[in-house]
């Protein structure tokens, strides 16, 4: 069992007060010894029931209660048959739930640890990679930029790293760390410099660490209940939600409304209180979570196929609904495949000097390198022996830029590379190579470099400036403040080609009803040039200046008639992404960075790749593993089959099966006996939802998957109020049949109405699955086998043995012929109807945004 929670400052500080380790890191044997000891690395244990237990839970549903208690009641009365088939069906309806679940759960948790955020250890003398959870006190973890630290423990050796701990502090400026021993007055975990603690992030820089504590008993651990953010619920979560009280308020008036009348026409109490909660039971949508489930995680397996890994489920819905993705243009618009082209002065002639100082800035940085500094150092090879680095000032998003001290005998230069327009305005001399001379940044000199800068963005260089300053010899350590008075060298450019399949996908992505705005870092005017490229019209350029001046209202108003968002900081992205929610938009935001993991919290949809830092991979709600937007658009139309599927099993319960669950109320006031016997509503409520097993499995039209759609409650509601009374109707005429015409008593009324009930909202499935043809639209051949298979079932039954023991009696031949006539006419007028309410309700919706469904937004 892992060992107790502990949360005193003392313990704190004396864990990372022991500095030995071995360089060689624990064994194998040692880890799985300690893995045992202490348990998963995991703050959020959830300890996992025995599979009995589990399933034991499923009859915590309160009308299963209540039904297994009247039916132990009836037992007592010497009703035992009666106790014996209403608990089979119960077990049977249990059993299938649990099983159907449970298969599904299993499935979508191994597609989430197939991109797990995964650590860099040091076991046996060699470096590994082992899963988060395996982390145990004792290991040895390799840190660097991006990456979240694994758990609790001590800085052995560091290289300029820096850690944002804001989950912790609230602090939202990175902390170096450093080794070393802990400080004499130390009173707190956060006053330990040589400490890093789990759930933070590396922000720039290298470290080895040694674990001190894991799971439960680390810092986050301590906290986790106060500091665990829950994702917002979905649109389909919220859909949901309103159904099931749709669903729960009309079943509580009918159920009073059976209980009063059978109390006033001094019908059999402990009967009609049955006949009530089997009528609850027969209304309630049960099947709905295992439905939901099952069909979610065949869609994530289905998108797994398609490289596509879901870590939250309900995210498939979101992703199905998503009518705007924001993206950055690198890796989607672009190949990622960046070149450094050009290395200028500030006349434009190629220019050695830049190319070293920016060589010098890429090779010693040690934060998260970037696509750029990787194009620096691939482009040619600088000798940098004779430099030593001496300090650095970490990029960061909100300065852009990164600078390096280095020493070169006697010599010390700040060398500074960033966004190029802000490096400008940090130099106050430029530097002229052709003669050696410096001169001063004038307005004539900077009207000059600036042309020069926005001839080179037309022309879609992604560019950034190199400058430099010296500073004294002593200067032990660089600041932000040392960043002013530069010399400005010259311009590093490049290239980064644009993806030929970028505009196909997005052709197909609009297609679809999803409007791709692109959200980026770079120049407007590069970002122009790559979507002029790929034929990408622009609709409207908001930069990060502009941007930073709106307030959140005009910003609501802006967003939506503009597809380029430039110059942008993190803190921007985010704006952008909630006053694209705020409008009524369901965001998908793509992002693979340090800086992308508030946006990819925000969005309704968070999406990474597999290359992506583990602060990106950890905050995104599914992962590509193709960084291509075909790969994304293949994701959404899984997801609105998805969708689409849910919303089969929704709309049959609440048109057909709630038809006969209402002719069934208005039953008991017309007739002087029970329509329907307890168990016989049982059984036709089970064999009913035998039928909507394979549902998950159904194909679904083009015409469902052509535009995003979310829960909508009116939808619903009307199409119930159209298809349920036609149900209904073709009760009541089977009421007539049976009691006028076949002269039925009441047990063979019993069983006439059971099947045609039966048998009328089980076949109606092949009508309601599609908005078009049922004979052109093809349902799955399981749908039509199992459909078909309980019909059949449901018509056999009074001529089997276990006929009796439901109170069936066989039917004459003609209810057959009459019945076969009925449902044809029911099936033939149900199509007729849905035709009719899916015009209607195209022409309703015209004046809203094309095709969107929004009422699980707006109620």
Known sequence: ????????????????????????????????????????????????????????????????????????????????????????????????????????????????????VRAKLIRDGKQIEAPVADVVPGDLVILSAGDMIPADGMVLEARDLFVKQALLTGEPYPVEKRPGSLPSDATDIQDAANAVFMGTSVISGSARMRVVRTGADTAIGAVADRIRRQPPPSAFEIGTHRFGLLIMRLTILLVLFVLLVNALLHKPWLESFMFAVALAVGLTPELLPMVVSVTLSRGALHMAKRRVIVKRLSAIQNLGSMDILCTDKTGTLTEAKIRLEQHVDTTGRPSDRVLELAYLNSFFETGLKSPLDDAILDHRNVDVHEWKKIDEVPFDFERRRVSVLLEKGEERLLVVKGAAEEIIALCNLYQDTENGVQHALDAPALARINTQRVALEKDGFRLLGIAWRRVPSDRPHAVVGDETELVFEGFAGFLDPPKESAGSALAALSESGVTVKIVTGDSELVTQHVCASLHIAVEGVLTGKEISEMDDSALRVRVEQTNLFCRVNPSQKDRIILALKAGDHVVGYLGDGINDAPSLHSADVG????????????????????????????????????????????????????????????????????????????????????????????????????RPQVLDMTFIRNFMLVIGPISSAFDFLTFYVMLFVLNANETLFR????????????????????????????????????????????????????????????????????????????????????????RWFKRSRTPMRADFVSGARTG
């Open 751 to 838: 069983t006439g109405w059971f099947v045609e009930s039966l048998s009328t909202q089980v076949l109606v499935i092949f009508i309601i699955r599609t908005r078009g043809d049922p004979f052109r639209s093809r349902a799955n051949p399981v749908l039509v086998a199992t459909s078909c298979a309980i019909a059949i079932i449901g018509a056999l039954l009074p001529f089997t043995p276990l006929a009796s023991y439901f109170g069936f009696v066989p039917p004459p031949v003609r209810f057959y012929m009459i019945l076969a006539a009925m449902v044809v006419a029911y099936l033939v007028i149900v199509q007729f109807a849905k035709k009719a309410f899916y």
């Open 607 to 706: 999406l990474s790749v597999d290359s992506a830092v583990d602060v990106a991979k950890e905050a995104a709600d599914m992962i590509l593993l193709d960084q291509d937007l075909h790969v994304l658009h293949e994701g959404v139309l899984e997801g609105r089959r998805t969708f689409a599927n849910v919303m089969k099993y929704i709309m049959m319960g609440t048109s057909s099966n709630f038809g006969n669950m209402f002719s069934m109320a208005g039953a008991s006031l017309l007739l002087p006996f029970l329509p329907m016997l307890p168990t016989q509503i049982l059984l036709n409520n089970i064999l009913y939802d035998v039928s909507e097993v394979p549902i998950p499995l159904d194909d679904v039209d083009s015409e469902d998957v052509r």
């Open 1 to 116: 069992m892992p060992k107790g929670r502990r949360n005193d400052s003392a313990w704190w500080l004396n864990s990372f007060a022991d500095t030995a380790f071995d360089a060689a890191g624990l064994t194998s044997v040692e880890a799985r010894a300690r893995r045992v000891e202490f348990g998963p690395n995991l703050f959020d244990v959830r300890q996992q029931q025995p599979l009995f237990l589990q399933f034991l839970s499923r009859f915590r549903n309160p009308l299963v209660v209540l039904l297994l208690v009247a039916s132990a009641i009836s037992a007592l009365t010497g009703e035992v048959a009666n106790f014996t088939i209403i608990s089979m069906i119960v077990l049977f309806s249990v059993t299938l739930d649990f099983i159907q679940e449970h298969r599904a759960g299993k499935a979508a948790e191994r597609l989430r640890q197939s991109v797990s």
